[in-house]
């Protein structure tokens, strides 16, 4: 942690964050102060406000149409880096995956086992999607898993929310959980959501967005371009056999 | 379209992003390659090195679209600062005065008559307000990336006077836009 009282100096603070906006830090500098950004909310916004100073200069260099194959390259890059299985350094953290999954596996299980017991409605809702919600900032495991149950005769669709107990929960107060449709990258709003909302009732449209979606995205705030704090892939899940 | 709607569309791309939605990225790439280009070009002539490192700032952007904070600043300027940085960050991987004429001067930038400053007045005011060699300077190293070192040789100016410049420059300019 840089927590040297030298950079809690303002003088030295204002000449960093100038500095590092004009791009004349030395790289072990810069490394230092993009450190402290990340520890110091108060830095990176001194930061940002010199960007935004400077930011008209941006304009001054003549656009130039870069040379096609860039964009090309560029879409084929993150195309394989969205569907490719992400490649992990040690054999720990690539068990990742399979946590986020033996959470799944589980949490239906414990669904479908306990579920018959405890609902009050008549006929039982199908348990059709899940999505295993994980921060993109963290490397813990999944505090949430999100279960999408089909409408009955005598309920409507609805989502479930559920914590895991082995991982903190993550605080839910203003925050918007969305769907992106899988072909298109639409957004359709789901539920503005409080922290002691364990379930939602999802309307013929709002259920068809969970049906489509590629993953769901619970955003801070009411807009989408909100902080990011949990999104999982919307998994379908098949019917038992048997 | 005007710079503020073309400022609204980069923002709300940008924010598509971070939600990974790949044809709001491309279209992203449509609206800002140009500009970006551009600016890298200024840093490093070199087209082949500079489409690449086009290509790695993009992908920056597509890789580290959560860490943009609309709540602090504008999404064109953190798309600038992340490819003015992937830029920088080459050239002084490599010996920049190799690449470029020794004897290259530095480019003349007016506040007062080039007509760069259509929708940054402010700025363009303020630039005016400060002393000639410190206007030149702050230009120079944030549209070259020029080190302080290469600004010594370019300026033909001591290290101390260098740096006594851009910092008091930068000061009176905060000052200046802040009154």
Known sequence: MLRSLRYQNPIIREHLASQYAMGLLLPTVKRRVEKLMDQDPSFAKEVVQWQERLSPLNDIPKPVAAPAFVKEQLMARIHSNTNAPVIRNNWWQSLRVWQGLVMASLALVVVLIVQPFNTPMPAVAKLSYLAVMQSPFSQDEAPLIISAYGKTDNAPSRLELRWNDRVTAVDLQASTLWAIERETGNLTQLSQLTPNDLSIDLNADQWSAVKNSLELVLVRGTEFDGEVILRGICLQLADWVG | ?179
Request: net charge negative; proline share 3%.
């Open chain 2, 1 to 179: 379209m005007s710079d503020d709607a073309w400022k609204r569309e980069v923002e709300q791309l940008l924010a598509q992003v971070k939600l990974k939605h790949q044809p709001a990225f491309a279209q992203l790439y449509d609206l800002t390659n140009a500009k970006l280009y551009g600016l890298i070009l200024k840093i490093i002539p070199d087209e082949a090195i500079a489409a690449d490192v086009l290509q790695d700032a993009y992908s920056k952007i597509w890789f580290q679209a959560e860490q943009y904070r609309a709540d602090l600043g504008s999404a064109w300027s953190w798309l600038c600062q992340l490819t003015r940085n992937q830029a920088i960050d080459r050239l002084r991987q490599r010996n920049r005065l190799k690449e470029t004429s020794e004897d290259e001067a530095p480019e003349s930038y007016s506040a007062d008559t080039s007509g760069l400053w259509p929708e940054h007045l402010d700025l363009g005011r303020c630039l005016q307000a400060i002393r000639a060699e410190q206007q030149q300077v702050i230009i120079s190293a944030y549209i070259h990336g020029w080190s302080h070192s290469e600004l010594v040789e370019r300026f033909d100016a001591p290290l101390g006077t260098l740096k006594s410049w851009i910092r008091r420059g930068l000061k009176e300019l905060r000052e200046c836009l802040e009154a």
